[in-house]
């Protein structure tokens, strides 16, 4: 090892630290770099079974270690990418960034990512440089995709799986942020393409307006939305072709595996994408 090696690799430990932060939710361990102490993969949400409704996370008694990405959504779609990442339906995790040296609570920004609601992933997006130079704390969230997030089945609770874990992120958000030194009453949204769209989403949910505070749209619209019932009788006659020993039921659906699931839905052309009405 050269002592230009040497010096790198000195420089690279005196600025990389481990954090400790307590939360209502259990202690989380991550680490600081450049002034901004970083979380990555800590889980906002559970559920017991695929196509039902996550709900927030007991409390864990030992320390969360949350110094490495957790696995990422199922991806589908023109916009997934030929990534080496982990990909499951367990993949409710959020990532946090906090800039150091701050005596007052700070604003909080929450990031929801594009992708045409069947791709897209919060790993995509490192946020210290933006916690950094605007002082604010950054947010960035997986959610449910594609057919385990908007899967069009008639006796699902909701159609909008992944809108709602959005939703839950942000309950996490207000329940836990005040420990990370974030302003729990100034939350900005603000997402692009389909992730804007899922913003504009929140300001129609009457329950996601005591989440937040602010939004903002970038190349989003209403566009990505459909009526529930024409999306129901439009995909149901598509699911029924690829999938004939099902016929529509959703224990059936429950133990088929993913990469069959997907293969034939993408072949089949099934829009998957949030719909609006009664059973949204």
């Not at 490495?68 to 997934?80: A, D, M, R, T, W």
């Not at 990534?83 to 150091?100: A, G, Q, R």
Request: proline share 6%; with cysteine; hydrophobic share 40%.
């Amino acid at each position: 090892m050269t002592l230009f090696d040497l010096l790198v690799l000195t420089a690279t430990i005196l600025s990389v630290q481990s954090v400790i932060t307590k939360t209502p939710s259990g202690d989380i361990l991550g680490f600081t770099s450049n002034n901004v102490d970083i979380y990555k993969g800590i889980p906002y949400g559970q559920f017991s079974t695929r196509w039902s409704s996550a709900t927030l996370p007991k409390s864990w008694t030992d320390t969360l270690n949350a110094t490495e990405f957790g696995p990422i959504c199922h991806q589908s779609g023109p916009f997934k990418l030929p990534l080496p990442l982990v990909e499951s339906e367990d993949c409710l995790f959020l990532n946090i960034w906090v800039p150091n040296g701050n005596n007052s609570l700070l604003p909080v920004r929450v990031w929801l990512h594009g992708g045409g609601y069947t791709a897209g992933f919060s790993n995509d997006y490192d946020s210290e440089n933006l916690a950094r130079f605007s002082q604010s704390i950054i947010v960035t969230i997986n959610y449910r995709l594609g057919l385990f997030g908007f899967f069009p089945l008639p006796n699902l609770n909701t159609r909008n799986l992944g809108l709602m874990d959005q939703q839950l992120a942000l309950q996490w958000v207000q329940k836990n942020i005040p420990s990370f030194g974030g302003d729990k009453t100034n939350v900005m949204i603000f997402g692009e393409s389909a992730g804007g769209s899922s913003v504009l989403a929140h300001l129609l949910m009457e329950s996601s307006w005591p989440l937040y505070s602010s939004i903002v749209l970038e190349s989003a619209g209403p566009f990505h939305f459909s009526d529930c019932k024409e999306n129901e009788r439009v995909n149901l006659k598509l699911i029924d072709i690829a999938f004939p020993e099902c016929q529509s039921n959703l224990t059936c659906f429950q133990k088929i595996d993913a990469s069959r699931l997907y293969q034939e839905l993408t072949i089949n052309w099934i829009k998957l994408w949030p719909c609006i009405g009664e059973q949204s």
